[in-house]
């Protein structure tokens, strides 16, 4: 409301009376949105939702309401001297610091004179300053008020691009720039930096023809070079963008003192992971500039490749300092705290990052996993919605004609798809809703993986299994696997089948035993890594030869991986008593039978570590010091599977300690 307030002061053919806001709320916004040169939005006060304990008016210090679900309307009376004078206040402040040439005269209350504004001129050097000391709404109001009076104003529309673009606005950005080049088409900084915001909208091919035009009206400009070479790396043409980056080095060596071309030799850097050149190189740029929030940005991302989080934290902090307006800043000090495992305060740098961009996707979903592991299910759930608009999500958003369903709508008589999403371990463990959805009296479409058809095959109420990448039937609705818990509203103490919902295939489990021969020992069960390509693979998988070095004899060990890596392959060469079946596991259902015959599985963070505690089988889960959501922190149990006890890193990247108390309980085993 305070925001709005500012903008009823600064309409500029009158000044609007808070009091009107709340009065006429359609008049005066619609007013508003014309000062602002936007399109007008209809609002009807019924609709404007609060919650309970709201009161239902803004002016709650005035007088007392009941609550309603609804805002009401107020009713009619006389302005208090104390808000007037307020308002006068205000007004008078605005006109001193936009209208230094004169303050109007207040005739009455409701109606003012206002002098004519600064000089174009004036107004942008004030904006410049303003945008230099990382105040991007003071300078947006200024810039957009130049642009009110002169529509033409290259320098001016180019400016707000790059605000909008520092608000990670890509295509307001890309939108303003473009007016600015056709305003002056022979200016190349238009151009190299409507490339960024282009190349950020992924529209990649536009964004080289742009870096190709400014480098074409200004061939030095070393930093067009630079982004150049990053949207052919994205293209995938590695050796023209070599060549873009080795013509950017040869320009930026020839400003040793340029703060700027010190900064982006740090970037090159950087996307070099050279982490601790482009920490020097940033810092050099720095102590020339040490005003500039980027560049203490940019080094914290550095610093955080190295794992100096404190440092990290601390140039986040300073960035912050110098521009709070910049919504990835906040975002990256929140990456840091969650390294350091201070993720409350993760969650609040999320939100900050949040208020300035409302739908920042990355941002909640940082925010929903950290909500997520620290066991807060209710708003957990409802911020993990927000991954199928995040840019890196691991599984891409399928667009159905169908609408989403999420617990509201009932299903009797009604024909449901539910797909599967993410990884095979991901499907294990959440597949447990799928009888439940069935329980709700519609037809069930199960959608999923073909290794693990043979395995799922057996849940209950599925009308139809679908192999992906196979058509699909027309249905009614869809839900990916991973919102049922939303549809459900999962809590810790709620989860559903904790104990065992997936059995092995009987022939299945009889051949792997005579496959495994006469058990004459304990049988234990080892995975030890997941998918090379798992975006956490460097933090969840062990080498086969560390393993090794804590598995006490007199147990049989059996490794459950199908695939294994080749320096593992030497490491299973050298010990023939852990029994490899690789490619004679055909399917999940294989592996479940296998798992069946183990009296221990010894997994990581992967797909059989599901598998066994779906299947109710003691499971040993080797975890990070920062492990996945699912597996909360600070506790040796997992309220998904009962027969599960994990086993956590102390340290982060040293399995000793983890590796250590595995041995220690294997050995108890053998004593009983």
Request: hydrophobic share 40%; charged share 25%.
């Amino acid at each position: 409301m305070a925001y709005l307030f500012f903008l009823c002061l600064c309409c500029q053919e009158e000044y609007r009376q808070f009091e009107d806001l709340v009065a006429t709320p359609v008049e005066t916004m619609s007013r508003i949105y014309s000062w602002l040169g936007v399109s007008p939005h209809r609002i009807n006060p019924e609709k404007l939702m609060v919650r309970p304990h709201e009161s239902d008016s803004h002016y709650r210090h005035k007088y007392l309401h009941r609550q309603q679900r609804c805002i009401s309307p107020p009713k009619p009376h006389e302005v208090p001297p104390r808000i007037r004078d307020l308002i006068a206040n205000a007004c008078r402040w605005y006109n001193d610091r936009f209208y230094p040439l004169g303050t109007p005269q207040y005739t009455s209350f409701s109606s003012t004179s206002i002098r004519p504004p600064l000089p174009e001129g004036k107004q942008m050097q004030q904006a410049m300053a303003y945008h230099k000391n990382g105040q991007l709404s003071e300078a947006a109001g200024i810039l957009e008020e130049i642009v009110l009076h002169n529509p033409k104003s290259g320098e001016a529309l180019h400016t707000l691009g790059v605000i909008a673009y520092q608000r990670e606005q890509y295509q307001r950005a890309a939108d303003l720039i473009g007016k600015a080049i056709a305003v002056n088409p022979d200016n190349a900084a238009y151009f190299s930096d409507r490339g960024l915001a282009l190349q950020r909208l992924k529209q990649l091919e536009p964004a080289l023809k742009h870096f190709d035009k400014a480098i074409a009206l200004q061939p030095d400009l070393a930093v067009t070079h630079l982004n150049r070479g990053n949207v052919l790396k994205e293209l995938g043409q590695g050796a023209a963008a070599a060549e873009s980056y080795d013509n950017a080095a040869v320009l930026l060596e020839k400003q040793p003192e340029s703060s700027d071309a010190l900064h982006s030799l740090g970037l090159m850097a950087y996307e070099s992971q050279e982490y601790q050149r482009a920490v020097d190189l940033i810092g050099k740029a720095i102590k020339l500039n040490p005003d500039n929030a980027a560049y203490f940005s940019d080094r914290g991302l550095a610093l955080q490749r190295l794992k100096q989080l404190d440092q990290a934290l601390e140039s986040y902090n300073k960035a912050i300092a110098l521009n709070s307006d910049i919504p990835v800043i906040h975002l990256n000090r929140g990456n840091a705290l969650k390294e350091l495992r201070q993720l409350k305060a993760a969650v609040e740098s999320y939100d900050n990052a949040i208020a300035i961009k409302l739908d920042y996707a990355t941002a909640h979903w940082n925010k929903a996993l950290e909500q997520l592991i620290l066991g807060d299910y209710d708003k957990g759930w409802r911020s993990y919605e927000w991954r199928w608009r995040e840019e890196h999500f691991p599984s891409p958003r399928r667009n159905f004609p169908w609408p989403l369903w999420l617990g509201e709508e009932s299903l009797k008589g009604k024909t449901i798809l539910l797909h599967s999403e993410q990884g095979l371990g991901d499907t294990i463990q959440f597949c447990r809703y799928v009888p439940l959805v069935a329980q709700l009296g519609g037809r069930v479409i199960f959608e999923v993986e073909w290794p693990l058809i043979p395995l799922v095959e057996q849940l209950e109420g599925v009308s139809q299994f679908v192999a992906k990448g196979q058509p699909l039937p027309a249905v009614d609705f869809h839900s990916p696997l991973l919102s049922l818990p939303l549809a459900f509203k999962t809590r810790l103490n709620t989860i559903p089948f904790t104990q065992k919902y997936l059995v092995s295939d009987p022939l299945k489990v009889a051949a792997w035993e005579l496959r495994l021969g006469p058990k004459i020992m304990p049988r234990i069960g080892l995975v030890w890594n997941g998918r090379a390509d798992h975006q956490n693979d460097q933090l969840r998988s062990i080498k086969l030869l560390e393993l090794t070095e804590y598995l006490p004899s007199g147990l049989q060990y059996v490794s459950l991986q199908k695939e294994v890596r080749p320096h593992d392959r030497e490491t299973l060469e050298l010990h023939p008593n852990i029994a490899y079946y690789g490619d004679e596991l055909q399917d999940f259902a294989d592996t479940a039978a296998l798992c069946e015959l183990m009296d221990v599985i010894i997994s990581v963070d992967t797909s059989v570590a599901h598998l066994g505690g779906a299947l109710g089988k003691s499971t040993w889960v080797l975890l990070p010091l920062i492990p996945d959501w699912r597996w909360l922190l600070e506790r040796n149990d997992s309220p998904w599977y009962q027969s599960a006890r994990l086993y956590r890193q102390e340290v982060e990247d040293d399995w000793s300690g983890v590796l250590e108390r595995v041995r220690q309980d294997l050995l108890q085993m053998l004593m009983k």
